[in-house]
C-alpha cells in the first residue's frame, strides 16, 4: 500500500470522500492519475516546446500522425487521437491556413478527403518532433528504464481493454 504522501492532494479528498460509498478506489486512482497525467503532459509540453512554434497539442498531434502515416482521411486522425471528426477538422483547417498541410480529393474515392503535409508542415514536424521527444524523456526521467518499460505495458493494457469494449462501455476481455 502507497504511503499517503505518495499521494496527490485531490486523490487523497477524493479518497477522503468516497470512502463510505460503493467504489472502487483502486481503480478511482489508476484512472484519475492517469487523466491527470495527461492534462499535466499536454500543459507541460504547450508551455514548454509547442508555444515556440505557435502549435497547439491538437495541432501538434494532427501534423504528427499525418507525418507518421501520410496522407491521411480526417476520420482515422479523429480514431488515432480520440477525438471527434470536428475537432479534427477544425485543427486542420487551421493547420491548412498556416500552410503546414491540404487537403486533396481522394483519387479512389471523391467522397473521401486526405490530409497531407505540405513541404512547410513536414520541415515543421522534423524540427519540433526531435524536440518534443526531449520533453517526454525529461518527464519520464525520474524512473528507471525498467519502470517505463513497466508503466508503457501497463498503460497498453488499459488502452487495449478501452479498445475491446463493447458499444454499451462494458469492457469484454
Request: hydrophobic residues 40%; proline residues 5%.
Amino acid at each position: 500500500m502507497p504511503l499517503a504522501n505518495d499521494f496527490p492532494p485531490e486523490e487523497l479528498d477524493v479518497r477522503q470522500r468516497i470512502a463510505e460509498l460503493p467504489a472502487n478506489l483502486l481503480a478511482y486512482g489508476v484512472v484519475s492519475n492517469i487523466w491527470r497525467v495527461a492534462q499535466e503532459l499536454k500543459l507541460r509540453m504547450e508551455r514548454t516546446v509547442l508555444r515556440e512554434f505557435d502549435l497547439s497539442w491538437a495541432g501538434f498531434a494532427t501534423l504528427f500522425i499525418i507525418w507518421i502515416w501520410g496522407p491521411i482521411e480526417t476520420r482515422d486522425i479523429a480514431r488515432s487521437q480520440g477525438v471527434t471528426r470536428p475537432t479534427v477538422t477544425s485543427t486542420v483547417s487551421l493547420l491548412e491556413k498556416n500552410g503546414l498541410c491540404t487537403r486533396q480529393t481522394s483519387t479512389e474515392d471523391r467522397r473521401l478527403v486526405l490530409v497531407e503535409l505540405t513541404p512547410q508542415g513536414k520541415a515543421l514536424i522534423e524540427q519540433v518532433f526531435p524536440l518534443f521527444n526531449q520533453g517526454e524523456a525529461t518527464i519520464v526521467s525520474g524512473l528507471s528504464e525498467e519502470e517505463q518499460e513497466t508503466l508503457a505495458a501497463l498503460l497498453r493494457k488499459v488502452v487495449n481493454s478501452l479498445r475491446s469494449s463493447d458499444a454499451n462501455g462494458k469492457v469484454t476481455g
